[in-house]
């Protein structure tokens, strides 16, 4: 198994950054296919960005094509998400997750390909 831990949401203005951090622990980071997802009140959760186990190959949702960048440190265990140009309606929880062993990349954006979810980090960008 692998634990995953969110940081670095918060509150920003339209236009702004953040940068978002996983911490993964547990088996070798690097066996996992990771993506990041958001969730807003009453809406599905909806995949953002995926990146493959050694970072060679990754995948964007249109809505943030150009502005957010997923990549990865394996030695360091952690996963990224840099986040600039921020939108009001990027606003939501922001949630990493870990492929499950399974994993194909032609399910990327899809939920039941990931095993293993954080708890969550809140980003708000006001207008």
């Known amino acids: 198994q692998v634990q995953l831990v969110e940081s670095g949401g918060g509150l920003v203005q339209a236009g702004g950054s953040l940068r978002l951090y996983c911490a993964a622990s547990?088996?070798?980071?690097?066996?996992?296919?990771m993506g990041w997802f958001r969730q807003t009140p009453g809406l599905e959760r909806e995949f953002v960005a995926a990146?493959?186990?050694?970072?060679?190959?990754?995948d964007y949702a249109d809505s943030v094509k150009g502005r957010f960048t997923i990549s990865r440190d394996n030695a360091k265990n952690t996963l990224y998400l840099q986040m600039n140009s921020l939108k009001p309606e990027d606003t939501a929880v922001y949630y990493c997750?870990?492929?499950?062993?399974?994993?194909?990349?032609?399910?990327?954006?899809?939920?039941?390909?990931?095993?293993?979810w954080g708890q969550g980090t809140q980003v708000i960008v006001s207008s």
């Open positions: 547990g088996r070798p980071f690097s066996n996992y296919v």
């Open positions: 990146i493959s186990q050694w970072g060679a190959v990754t």
């Open positions: 997750a870990a492929g499950a062993e399974s994993a194909r990349w032609q399910a990327i954006t899809d939920i039941p390909t990931y095993a293993y």
